[in-house]
């Protein structure tokens, strides 16, 4: 059997990068920057203040206490947005709000909690009762957090919530982006049928599509095609040339890839070699198939059991739909959980257990199977309870309570 990782290197090996768009930053999200992001704009943009008080001389302040406070006038009110800059002499003070401009005469801020009338008291003399410790005290330096050219984020981030919030902030009204991968999802299966159909004998209802087609989604890709095939050669080619006339980077199949007689994706795209077929040392997920289209389109043959369905993805297609956009790193990350139950594990394969982590105890969670059923991968209601993958060593062939378990969130 192949190695995860010798399988894994196999197909990045031959995953594309996609070409780059240039859009504005707020249609970003969910894109992946393929080139730096630079700053457009000095952030903060201009000296202002961090609190609401009074603009001052330090030198005037720098002896004030309760006892022996200093009063100054207020000669001049500053509210945000203000483009007043008002002299100040010494012995005076303009009042201040957080994010206004610091007057050019001033070089510290005083908040009203130093004063002894605050907020109440403001206009007219104030009087400071607490110095400030150190000159530029509640000021903010122009350019502390970031300079016009500096590199705020590296090519390969995601553009989420937080990062359209530096975009905007650094004034990075334009990104290049990579392009949503497409994907086409085709489920294969003479037994299967259309959720929510009547089941005759020997028929169960078609999942893999769903959960298979919000996967990608999840990856950030753009779901083109969402079909169930039977295991007829025929109908098999038809999605293929229907996914390729669609714009498909890569077609993910369900099911067919296995050992048995009636392997439609294996005996309709492996005689060519179109698709190549591995054992991997994983449980569940054991077969393995994928290949190149001459077009460039990506094949991965999936098993048709849905929690194997479902960690293959995870383990192989996602990856790869991350490496075509750029995306750096493309493994999720790992926690290390004590195991809150036993269980059992396949030696010689590595093992993806859908889990769930036990969060009673906020000092110590812990991580157990997400079905009772323990790690079949036919045991489908479980994937519902499942945040995360729990993934044991080949080595381990059973978990015990407390063990360290390498743990893998999805959830």
Known sequence: MRTVEEHLAGILARTPRLPAVRLPSADAEGRTLAEDARARLDVPAFENSAMDGFAVRFADVASATASAPVTLRV????????????ALRPGEAARIMTGSALPTDADTVVPFESTSGGLADSLGDVRVERAPTAEGQHVRRRGEDARSGDVVLPAGTRVGPFVLGT?????????????????AIVSTGTELAPAGAPLARGMIPESNSGVLAALAREADAEVVLRTS???????LRTAVADAAARGADAIVFSGGVSAGAYEVVKNTLGPGGEMAFSSVAMQPGKPQGFGV????????GLPGNPVSAAVSFEVFVRPALLAMQGRTPVGRPILRLPAGVPWRSAEGRRQYLPAAIDRTDPERWTVRPASAGGSGSHLASGLGRAEAYAVVPAEVDAVAPGDLVDVMLVG
Request: glycine content about 12%.
């Open 293 to 300: 289209l001459a077009g460039g389109i990506l094949l991965f």
């Open 229 to 235: 095939v039977p295991d007829d050669s025929d109908a």
């Open 75 to 86: 000669v001049a009110d500053v509210p945000a947005g203000s483009g007043l800059d008002p």
């Open 167 to 183: 975009l905007a902030s650094t004034g990075i009204l334009e990104v290049a982006a990579a392009r949503r991968p497409r994907v």
